[in-house]
C-alpha cells in the first residue's frame, strides 16, 4: 500500500481506510493477536502495513480487516500459505465482481442506445413518419 496523505478530513471513505494511523501494538491488541503474528504476516506478504519515514509500521482500517480475516481462516484450520492464497482469491474476486458490476452497467447502457437507434431506423425507413411522437 502506497502513503496516503491526510487531507483535514475531505476524502472519501476508502481514502480513509487506507491511512495508516495505527502502531504495531495498537493494530495487534485491535485484533487480539501479537506483535510477532503482525511482522511474520508482513514478511509472508499477507498484508503491507504504510511505513513512516523513520520506517516504523502504521497499519489502517483495511489492513485491521485483513488481520481479522488472517485470524479467522487460521482459526478454521489454514496454514499460512493457504491464508495466502485465500486473501488473493479473494482480491481477485472482487475485482472481477467490480468488473462484471461495470459490464452489466454498460449493457444496459447499449441496450438503450440500441433501443433508440433502432426507432431512429424505423422512422428513417418509413420516409420519417412518427419522428417527433
Known amino acids: 500500500m502506497g502513503a496516503a496523505a491526510s ?4 476524502g472519501s471513505t476508502d481514502d480513509r481506510d487506507a491511512l495508516g494511523v495505527y502502531a504495531i501494538s ?4 485491535l485484533v487480539g ?13 499477507l498484508l503491507t502495513p504504510e511505513r513512516t519515514d523513520g520506517g ?3 497499519y489502517s482500517e ?8 488472517i485470524g479467522v481462516l487460521l482459526d478454521e484450520g489454514l496454514n499460512l500459505a493457504g ?3 485465500v486473501l488473493e482469491l479473494e ?3 472482487r475485482g472481477l465482481t467490480e ?22 431506423l424505423k422512422a428513417a425507413r418509413n420516409g420519417g413518419a412518427g419522428t417527433g411522437s
Not at 495498537?26 to 491488541?29: D, F, I, N, S, Y
Not at 493477536?33 to 506478504?45: I, P, S
Not at 459490464?103 to 433502432?118: M, V
Open 7 to 10: 487531507d483535514g478530513g475531505s
Open 26 to 29: 495498537v493494530a495487534a491488541e
Open 33 to 45: 493477536t501479537g506483535q510477532q503474528n503482525l511482522r511474520l504476516y508482513e514478511r509472508k506478504g
Open 56 to 58: 516504523t509500521r502504521r
Open 62 to 69: 483495511r489492513n485491521l480487516a485483513t488481520l481479522r480475516r
Open 83 to 85: 491464508v495466502k492464497l
Open 91 to 93: 482480491a481477485a474476486n
Open 99 to 120: 468488473d462484471n458490476h461495470g459490464l452489466t452497467q454498460d449493457t444496459r447502457e447499449l441496450r438503450a442506445d440500441n433501443k433508440g437507434l433502432r426507432k431512429d
